[in-house]
């Protein structure tokens, strides 16, 4: 019973320290929000955006003797109105620049693209000059910007394209080949269509980028939504890694205590001394399940993330609980007091963090040797169980992780258990 | 003792009461006074031969005392006496080197769990949990004393009547005055109803008011029937509280008895107290071979060089002696600024059983 009051008492302790309190549950939750806005949310259309209401007044017409299908300036309209950019862009046509700024300065719009008659004779020949005007709403600053960026780019690519088939036809010539006029146009458009592709998977297609990210490790199952894959492991890495962190600290109240003077105080009620020391380990072992837990359900509620079957999401928390709550007694037993836990804390879990890929979770093609590494640490196996359990692995597939936790766990405990006995004797 | 445990059981029996009523049955019909004399056949406190080092450093050398139950005895020294190595042996802390002692005639040795089961601990420093309130803390530390539900319920507000600090019960002991954070320092050590109190040095560094609580608290829980041992380095506590005084000084217990047993080994000396407004001169030394002087000591440690500062001076008779005090000091050129004359008390004792002053 005393065993449990100890415990109970530290952790009332814990959760009234602002810091421990920041440091188990906000702070991996805000690193983890930050990579979901940053890269998950946005991508997955979790975060609504506004979209930027762009007019459109397409004049262009082909010249007698050109070698298109369509003027260039249709190409630049149909950038707008693109299925790839519909959630963001709300593009409509105007049928002169007149009505597109008026429609500007009735803040119907916010931008106007206005392409001259003479685009792409201007494109195809030197001697005309023509210009895409571009009017905005001067309260608008990112909206113009990216669409001058979309249109600049459109056009260095109209550009690139002139010049790639110009330097096509004098390499023909250079080896004594006749270009086919007839074929000219067929380049073209193949060059127009590649380039419009081109465009909208590196700028439009957000998914297809996090595809790259998510690429699977060997052995793994991909998952059905690759957002939820990344955000998933990216919560993980952060979980062990403050849950070793929290292990530690939890397991520093004994150093705090000792420095308070109430470690000493309890030695001096009838309570045996390796019952208040079981009291103190239980404690750094609840605090550990309890933050788990917390993190997994907020997790799931604020970033989608699917941890896994139930057993095998047990499994993982069960190997992570372990394993940081007996490297947390390992690492403080060494320390004598609080002032020195910081860069034990800091230093040594950071690095064994980093050896054991919990801030590489998500980066694909990793080396061998790293990934080696991690199999030195508890850390890399608490990782390798929470990897499979997200990938929807089976049981049976996290008991190797699970057992190397355990045993690691176990193993550091009793080491740093039997430091501290002797300590206190 | 013994018979009044016997007479509880027939109480108890009687009336089908608890033992705790039937003590209290047996403190009405019979006054302290009249079962005193058994009482003295008890020693609540048993020290022999105790011992303690550290490195080479012997910071207990070979103590004895005992403590009846229901008596005040303090362990008065300077600092470095052995005092508080002393009680951390008696209160389990310390692992003892040689000796033994035993609390309520449990062994700290071969019974150390019923030893602290009878015994309350106040330490020196404030070793609470600042970060909870004062009833969460006493309820910590009586469940670690075995109480629980409503027992534990009752006993804490008992204790936070006796200390006072009831109204502030729901406030966090981090911000509460040093005075009052010694108050439930002391509190979290009486939640048991304990038969011994060692209370090591509870009045240092507080103001007079929470000093004048804390001695009245003191006494308070004597008249209910504890046994309390108080270390302290004031004479005026040791001998406004204590039944029994036992004076340390390196290691050792140099003096035991009654305070005016202690008073009587200086023979009716007089310590004198003087100021001299000069330095580098050698009036100790003049001083020392003056006739009916006893003891010397200066406040730097001293007694073969003179600083400014208070000099105490151990003699037979102070209307004699004095004069040829000044008389020296005026042949080496120094000035008496100050004379304060007391009549022999604590610090008189310690000056005459030592040569050396006993201060802070």
Do not use: C
Not at chain 1, 18 to 42: E, H, K
Not at chain 2, 26 to 50: F, G, S, T
Not at chain 2, 87 to 111: C, F, K, P, Q
């Amino acid at each position: 019973m005393k065993i449990l009051d100890i415990a109970f008492n530290d952790l009332l302790r814990s959760f009234r320290s602002l810091f421990m309190i920041g440091m188990t549950i906000i702070a991996p939750l805000l690193l983890t929000g930050l990579i979901y806005f940053a890269f998950g949310g946005l991508a997955g259309g979790d975060v609504s955006m506004t979209a930027m209401k762009v007019g459109v007044v397409n004049a262009d017409t082909l010249p007698a003797d050109s070698p298109l299908d369509a003027p260039i300036g249709e190409n630049i309209r149909a950038m707008f109105f693109d299925e790839s950019v519909e959630s963001w862009i709300e593009a409509s046509d105007y049928p002169d620049e007149a009505a597109a700024r008026a429609a500007v300065n009735a803040q119907e719009i916010g931008v106007a693209v206005i392409i001259p008659a003479d685009l792409s004779a201007s494109l195809l020949s030197d001697e005309v000059d023509a210009q895409v005007i571009i009017v905005s709403d001067p309260t608008l600053t990112i909206a113009p910007a990216v669409v001058q960026d979309m249109v600049r780019m459109m056009l260095d690519g109209v550009a690139g394209g002139g010049i790639a088939i110009q330097t096509l036809i004098e390499r023909q010539q250079a080896n004594g080949l006749q270009p086919d006029p007839a074929q000219i146009p067929i380049w073209v458009t193949r060059y127009t269509d590649w380039y419009r592709e081109f465009q909208r998977d590196l700028f439009h297609n957000p998914e297809k980028a996090a595809l790259v990210l998510t690429v699977p490790s060997a052995g793994e199952s991909e998952s059905a939504d690759p957002i939820q894959s990344m955000m998933g492991l990216t919560m993980a890495g952060q979980m062990i890694f403050f849950a070793f962190f929290t292990g530690a600290y939890a397991m520093m109240s004994i150093l705090r205590e000792d420095e308070e003077g109430t470690l000493a105080r309890l030695f001096t009620t009838p309570t045996e001394r390796v019952k208040i020391l079981a009291g103190k380990f239980l404690a750094v072992v609840l605090t550990v399940i309890l933050q788990g837990l917390v993190l997994m359900t907020a997790g799931h509620f604020a970033f989608g993330i699917a941890w896994g079957q139930p057993v095998s999401a047990a499994l993982a928390l069960g190997g992570q609980v372990l394993a940081a709550s007996g490297l947390g007694v390992l690492l403080i037993s060494f320390v004598k007091t609080s002032k020195q836990g910081g860069p034990v804390l800091g230093g040594g879990l950071t690095a064994l963090g980093m050896l054991g890929g919990l801030f590489t979770a998500n980066i694909p093609n990793m080396p061998e040797a790293f990934l080696m590494l991690g199999n030195f640490t508890p850390q890399g196996w608490v990782l390798k169980g929470w990897k499979l359990s997200l990938a929807g692995s089976a049981p049976a597939e996290l008991l190797l992780p699970f057992a190397v936790a355990l045993a690691l766990g176990v193993l550091m405990f009793a080491f740093g258990a039997m430091m501290f006995k002797r300590r206190y004797a | 003792m013994f018979f009044r445990r016997i007479e509880t059981k027939i109480i108890t029996k009687l009336l089908g009461t608890g033992l705790d009523t039937g003590y209290a049955l047996l403190d009405q019909l019979y006054p302290r006074a009249l079962y005193k004399r058994e009482k003295e056949k008890m020693n609540a406190i048993e020290v022999k031969n105790l011992k303690k080092s550290f490195g080479k450093l012997q910071a207990v050398a070979g103590v004895d005392f005992s403590a009846q139950e229901g008596e005040i005895l303090s362990l008065l020294g300077p600092n470095g006496a052995g005092k508080s190595t002393t009680i951390s042996m008696l209160s389990g802390l310390l692992a003892l080197d040689e000796g033994d002692a035993a609390i309520m005639e449990h062994s700290i040795r071969t019974a150390p769990e019923a030893a602290k089961a009878s015994l309350g601990v106040v330490p020196q420093d404030i070793a609470l949990y600042p970060d909870l309130s004062a009833r969460e803390n006493l309820v910590f530390w009586g469940k670690m004393y075995g109480l629980r539900g409503a027992v534990l319920k009752t006993r804490v507000d008992e204790v936070l009547d006796i200390i006072g600090l009831r109204d502030r019960q729901k406030d966090a002991v981090g911000k509460f005055s040093g005075g009052m954070k010694r108050r439930v320092n002391i509190g979290a050590a009486l939640l048991h109803k304990p038969q011994v109190v060692i209370m090591d040095e509870p009045t240092v560094g507080i103001d007079p008011q929470s000093r004048r609580h804390i001695l009245d608290n003191v006494k308070e829980l004597n008249r209910q029937g504890m046994t309390v041992l108080y270390t302290t380095h004031y004479m005026e506590e040791a001998a406004e509280l204590s039944d029994h005084i036992a004076i340390m000084d390196s290691g050792k217990v140099i003096a035991y008895g009654t305070h005016d047993e202690l008073i009587k080994l200086v023979n009716g000396q007089t310590r004198i107290d003087l100021t001299l407004n000069v330095e580098g001169l050698n009036v100790l030394d003049a001083w020392k071979v003056v006739e009916g002087v006893n003891g010397i000591d200066s406040t730097d440690g001293s007694s073969t060089s003179l600083r400014p500062g208070s000099v105490a001076v151990l003699v037979s008779d102070s209307n004699l002696v004095l004069p040829r005090l000044f008389e020296a000091a005026g042949k080496l050129g120094a000035r008496i600024t100050s004379v304060d004359i007391q009549e022999p008390n604590l610090e008189t004792v310690f000056l005459h059983l030592t040569g050396r002053a006993l201060r802070d």
